[in-house]
């Protein structure tokens, strides 16, 4: 594997620099304040490429590899881990299953509007009472003629509510049978298929998370990617590589959350010197650093594993486990090395500190990380 930055990387970061510091950083409070998810920024993301990433450019995208996209969500979050967020979810979920599952027909109609972000996708995998276990999910599609009628619902669904197109995963067969589920191309509007409550959240609050309601929807044959009891299988793929793009968040926001405290500790005088010259500050920049550039490393190494193709569940989840633990890590002694004024919103380290949390929860907790690492490193 080769370390250094490639001209598209660098490109990249360049890009997201400038578009952060004019259309992200000057609002993101404000919408971090009062839960806006910020839809026209997304759609100036995807005139730049970046909702589209990994998407061939026949289909509208950048064609870039998962190293770029990797490097996309670092910068990204770096400033604002809402915006990374649903940048890595439209990305991962919703467009990336389309792109590995769905047939030809499916992939020229979607990934054309995904990739440009003239629409942006949701993913709905998640319910209520099943979220680590959902072998055990109770929205149903009941085969009827050439439709499937589903009923129930998803949460935590990122862009349930702004999103024009959902990939949604339901049950065909029987509940816990890993071929009982199939996997369904929806879009806003379909009768029977609505938004539901919006979640009042600790972090990430920019990037919007509501419900997924389905009542008597029909949706039609064609609307399924794979065959009947596909989707379980391939929801575990599209989250294997997901889990790199939540490691990449993590390490953004830990970036993020590091440069900030680096600045205060050189800024901040205390008994007539800079406190980075205490040992106390200096040593927890040292830790700071150094599992930062862990975590990088290790989501760079499943990233390209997922680039030649190769197997990569146990390495997205190494990268997904250690990173979103670095990510909280590092935020908590972030907010410490600003003492008091860590505590206030008038400084950078509150932010990434609520960010962060999400890290160790979304697409699978590190509880079940360690489960799947456990899987795989004892067949």
């Known amino acids: 594997m080769d370390f250094s930055i490639n001209e598209n990387q660098q490109m990249i970061a360049d890009m997201i620099k400038k578009f952060g510091n004019d259309h992200i950083r ?60 649903s940048m890595a979810a439209h990305n991962s979920l919703c467009t990336g299953h389309i792109l590995a599952f769905g047939n030809e027909e499916q992939k020229k109609k979607y990934l054309p509007k995904l990739a440009t972000a003239e629409w942006i996708g949701a993913w709905g995998l998640t319910e209520t009472g099943t979220g680590s276990d959902s072998g055990g999910m109770n929205t149903t599609a009941k085969k009827e003629g050439d439709y499937y009628v589903l009923n129930g619902s998803k949460n935590f669904i990122t862009h ?49 998370t509501a419900e997924l309601i389905f009542d008597n ?18 929801a575990m793929k599209v989250l294997d590589g997901g889990r790199i793009s939540i490691a990449a968040l993590s390490v953004g926001i830990a970036k993020g959350a590091f440069d900030a ?3 205060y500790s050189k800024e901040r005088e205390q008994f007539g010197k800079p406190i980075s010259q205490f040992q106390g500050i200096g040593f927890k920049l040292a830790t700071m650093a150094t599992e930062i550039e862990a975590a990088e490393l290790l989501t760079f190494s499943a990233a390209d594993r997922k680039n030649k193709g190769l197997k990569m569940t146990k390495e997205g989840a190494f990268a997904k486990y250690y990173a979103s633990e670095v990510a909280v890590r590092t935020a908590t002694e972030g907010v410490q090395i600003f003492g008091g004024y860590g505590y206030t919103k008038d400084f950078p380290a509150e932010k990434y500190y609520r960010d962060s949390k999400l890290c160790t929860i979304g697409e699978g907790t590190s509880e079940i990380q360690k489960m799947v690492i456990s899987r795989e490193i004892l067949k």
């Not at 589920?181 to 990430?204: R, Y």
């Open 261 to 263: 405290a680096v600045k």
């Open 160 to 208: 349930a509510i702004s999103g024009q197109v959902a990939v949604v995963i339901a049950r065909t067969g029987e509940k816990g049978d890993s071929h009982g589920m199939s996997s369904f191309i929806i879009e806003k509007g379909t009768k029977g298929f609505n938004s539901g409550k919006k979640e009042n959240k600790l972090g990430m609050r920019a990037s919007e």
């Open 217 to 234: 929807c029909r949706v039609h044959k064609d609307h399924m990617m794979g065959k009947e009891g596909d989707g379980f299988v391939q």
């Open 26 to 85: 000057p609002k993101m409070m404000e919408w971090d304040e009062n839960q806006i998810f910020p839809i026209e920024v997304f759609k100036k993301l995807g005139e730049l490429g970046l909702m589209g990433v990994v998407v061939p450019t026949e289909y509208g995208g950048s064609g870039f590899s998962y190293t770029e996209y990797v490097t996309a969500i670092v910068e990204l979050s770096k400033i604002c881990g809402s915006i990374g967020l």
